[in-house]
Structures are given as C-alpha cells and as structure tokens.
C-alpha cells in the first residue's frame, strides 16, 4: 500500500491525469454495464418466474378441480340409497345376503372408477361390520378402526362433511403409496343416524400425473405441500413425501399465499423458491429452481456489455492522453516561473491568452506576487512598531512600583497621625497593587487568594461604610488548594457594584467554599438588586454583551474565557438571579494540588500562544483600569 501511494504521488500530472480520465470514462461504463446486465438479467428471471407462477397457478386449479371431483363422489356415495339401505341392515344378517350386498356395493364402487383414470382406493366401513373396498386389501387402520384418531376423529367433528388428511409416515421405495385420504362420516338421511364411513385414499402417483408440467427448468424441485407443511408429493425427487419440510424458506412460504423470492441459505448457489397457494384446499405448490437455470438467457446481453466496454477503454486512452497534453503544457510553463520566484526573482509574470481555470491561475500567480510585495512592506513596518511599543511598556512599569511606594508613604503618616481607617485602606489598596502587579503563576493557594478578596473587601467597607455586610465561610481543608489567580474577586466586584450599591438599606454578601470530593464549589449570593429576565437569559445562552460601562459583560466573558483556557469544559458557571430579590454565581473547578496547577499553567500557555491578536487584544481592553476618586486609588472597571 505505502508502495502504491510514493508511486502515485512522485508521478508525473500528465500521467495522473491520463488515469484520472480513464477512470472517469471506464467506471461510469463499467458500473453502466454491470447496472445494465443486473438490471437486465433481473427482468429476465421475473419474467421467468412470473411463467412458472403461472404455470403452478394452472396446476393448483387442476388440482383443485381434482379434490372437487373427489368431494362430490364422497357426496354421491353419501346420499346413494342402496349403500344406505346395505349399510342400515343387522350386523347378524344371513351370509347370502351379506354376499349379494358386497357384490352389489362393490359393484357400485367399481362403477364410480369406471370413468375415471384415477389412482385411489375407495372403502365404505359400515357400523354394522360391513366393509367394501375397490382394492385388493382392506388396511388394518380401516378394519378396527379408532373413531377418536386421525381421519375417523375429523370426519365425526364434521358431523357429516367431507374431511382430508395428510399421510405423514410413508415407504421410501418408490411406491410412495397413499399420501392423501379423504374421509366422510355417513349418516340416515331421514334420521341422522350414523352409518359409518365413507373412505378415498389417494396415491402419490394421482397427484404428481397433476402437476408434472409444473417442471419446466431442469434442476429444479417441485413439492405439494399441506396447510402444516408435510410434503404431500414432490417431483422429481420423491425421497422427502412424507415428512415435514424443514429448509429455512419454509416459514415464509407457509406464511405467504404466493410469490417468488431469492433463497441463498441452504443452498450451494442462489436458488429461487416460487410458491403458489389454493384457494379451494390450503395446498401450496413450491418450485425450487437454480438462478442460473433461470437466467441463461441473459448471456448474450452480458458478452454485448463486454464488447462495449472495450471499445470504450480504446476510445478513452486517445482522449485522455490528448486533453494531459493540452493541460500539462501551461502548468510547465508556470512551474518555471515559480522556480524563478523562488530564487528570489519577484519581476516575473504569466502570460496568458485563454480565459480557462490555467489562465486564471496564472492571473491569481501574478495577483499573489505583487500581494507578497505588499505583505514584505507591511511585515518591516510591523515590526519597528512592534519594537517601539516594547520600549514604551518598559517606562510604563515605573508608574505602579511608584503608586505602591506613594500608598506605603500614606500608610506611616495614617499610623502617624493615629488615622486607623486610612492607614487599614492604605495597606489593602498596597496589597492589592502589589498581588496584581507581580508575575509568576496563574494559579495560587486558595487561602492567598481569599487574602486579597479581604483586602478588597475591606477597601470596599472604607467605602459604602454600613451599605452592606459580608459573610465569609470557606472549608479550611481548601486553603492548601489552589485555583487561578484572581479567580473571585471579579464576581464579588460585581455584586457589590451592580446588586448591593443600587439596593435600598442594606444589603448581604455571602462568600462561600466547600470542598466536593475531587472538586471545589464556591458560591457569591447577594440580596441586592438581581438582574432583569433578559439580561439574565441572555448570559445563560454565552450572550455577555455590555450594554454600557456598568454592565457585568466584558468580565464575565473573560472569566468564562479563562476557565476555558485552564480547565476546558471540566466545570461549572452557574447565574440565577431574581430581579429585586438578588443574584447567586456558582462557580466549581478541580480540586488541584500545587503540582496539577503546574501542570495546567504549562498546558495553557502552550494553548495561548496559539491565540489570534484579535483575540488577546479583546482580552486586554477587559481589564481593569486605574482611576482616581475621593483622592484614594481604585479599582473599577466591568465585571
């Protein structure tokens, strides 16, 4: 395989080009073809079959015809007043007279097959002992016999009418003898007084002589089968009369009334079984014939196939080496030029006098060199830009290492002048200044970062005073966890901003941390002013538009943003908030220890630098920035 694929791919267009065409223009004839000869040889073996149905459809209704003739002899003999006259007479009657009687019924049965050229055997078993039969010898199953069993049993329940049964145990020579009999309990006509039993036992030569033009395609097998699926008769092998039919087919055919279908289990190659049932005894005839018995007449149409798809190849070859030609000879011509640029020549242009795809490549070539002319220009001014904004962000790191010293001066002359409230706000703001402006990892210890929310927080007392209190309760056990850098105090700003400083009186905060088995779950509840339905809504759909300074949109898409970035989809941002009743954030991430963050921070960085600038130029106008207000610094910006 991995030979075929370096051949392929180190040949030549042209070459690729002639076996793509020849492709194209051999397998839509192929698969035509082969449609063609499939769909054709179908037709054929339908037709066929239809015939055959046909043909078992005939047979079935002379069969029919048959049980008929034998239903109205058995109703001839029922009503026939001598038998009823012989059959009514005493048990204990004179031997001359049951020897008249014999002779005369005998003679009667003898009469009945006189015009027919039937093979049955006719008994008439009287109550009283009498027994005529047109055979040589009477069955013992007829000269004892059980009215509670088989035939005898069906003809009583009939009370009268005509009854058939199935002989299932037969000889296997080739005298199959009796494999149908038919029955009929004979009664007084004036009273309804049982007489005995009238009898037909029909050979298996009487019914293959039915249906022996059923047999129109040589390996083909024909069975007569009965409502249970007995095989009455078949043709030409007669091995299986007798006994049940067993072949997978059997249940479908039993099933159906009639029809044609492909049977391949149980067979060496694709048989077809067409059945037909009748409608006057439940008899079903089933042909079994090989397909390709069935389809010798679609040979010719498979060797015309054949002979068209040659000459399509032939055709084919000529065609696709003319059109390779025709398309290799500008693509040479333009990978020369290509050669050229990549020694550094830029002056170079196709020329062309077609408007085809090769024309409008050479355009797109000359349109991509004067692009890469502009894109060398762009790239040199880029960089000194580039070079210009980082000397520009070393003097900007001047400004907060001077605030943190100007806010530890204002601490000493609060302490100085024994101004606590100054000098506790002075010293939060310093830690807050100094924890966002260190470097280092993105992940800290949760009791560090719980530090700088009360820093925060105690800035924000200085502030609002009594507006609101805050409730804090966070396991201990999560203190040693660590989580990212700056993980809450967004979502703190935010419901003192936007929920407890809109509120009337005063308000709650409640900060909470529990430890959940491998996980850690922290929830931020106010009972300020909540969020409207739709604004609400819409950050559940992912929507953290900020519809002014205000609004808590840019922060919280850069969280979510974040939490991505670290942990993927592994946790859960929940807000539910209730207009005028307050808002709750819950907020669950891995329980990581000191090595898992570690490893998360390096997974991350990885995954940052592949980021676009557009997206880390989003990412920087969310942050907060520095204002002036009552003539302390702080932090305001969205959350």
Known sequence: MAFLQRLLFGMKLQNKLIITYLAIAILPLALLGAFSYQRSSKVVLDKVCQTVLENLSQVNYSLAYFVKDIEQLSMYVYGNREIQEVLAKDRSRPLAEKYQDDKRINQLLDSFLGFKKWDINLYVLGENGDRYLTGELLPNQYDEYNVNWGLFRKAQLAGGGVVWDTHYSMKKTDDFGIVLSSGQMLKTIETGKPLGYFVIDIMESALADKYNKAQIVPGGQVFLLDRNGYIVSGIPSKRQVGTKLTEPYVERVLEGRKGYFTQRDGFSSPHMVIFDTSEATGFKLVSIVPVTALTKESAGIRDLTVLIIAAGIVISC??????????????????????????????????????????????????????????????????????????????????????????????????????????????????????????????????????????????????????????????????????????????????????????????????????????????????????????????????????????????????????????????????????????????????????????????????????????????????????????????????
């Open 318 to 639: 000529w065609l696709a080496y003319k059109l390779s030609v025709n398309i290799t000879n500008p693509l040479r011509k333009l990978r020369s030029l290509m050669s050229r640029v990549e020694d550094g020549n830029l002056n170079v242009s196709f020329a062309s006098k077609h408007d085809d795809e090769i024309g409008q490549l050479g355009r797109s070539f000359n349109a991509m060199l004067q692009q890469i002319k502009l894109l060398i220009d762009e790239v040199y001014k880029k960089q000194l830009m580039l070079q210009e904004a980082e000397i520009k962000a070393i003097h900007a790191q001047f400004n907060p290492h001077f605030l943190y010293n100007a806010l530890d001066s204002i601490n000493w002359m609060a302490r100085l002048h024994k101004l606590d409230d100054i000098s506790r706000t002075a010293v939060s703001l310093g830690e807050l200044l100094r924890f966002s402006i260190r470097k280092g990892n993105h992940f800290i210890p949760i009791g560090e970062d719980m530090q700088q929310i009360h820093n925060y927080l105690v800035i924000q007392k200085m502030r609002y005073r009594d507006k609101f209190e805050v409730f804090v309760d966070i396991d201990p056990e999560m203190e040693k966890l660590y989580t990212l850098k700056l993980l809450l105090q967004p979502l703190v700003e935010n419901a003192i901003t936007h929920g407890l400083e809109t509120k009337r009186g005063k308000g709650k905060l409640n900060i909470t941390g529990r430890k959940l088995e491998d996980r850690v779950r922290f929830v931020i509840s106010d009972d300020g002013t909540g969020m409207p339905p739709e604004v609400l809504q819409s950050m559940k759909l992912g929507r953290y538009s900020a519809s002014s300074e205000r609004t808590t949109g840019l922060g919280l898409e850069n969280l979510q943003k974040r939490l991505q970035l670290y942990f993927g989809k592994n946790f859960l941002f929940e807000i539910n908030s209730e207009q005028g009743r307050g808002t709750t954030i819950s907020l669950e991430i891995p329980a990581l220890t000191q090595a898992d963050a570690m490893t998360r921070e390096s997974g991350a960085a990885e995954a940052a630098d592949q980021e676009e600038s557009g997206t880390r130029e989003t990412r920087d106008s969310s942050r907060p920035q520095k204002t002036e207000k009552n003539g302390l610094p702080e932090v305001k910006g969205d959350v």
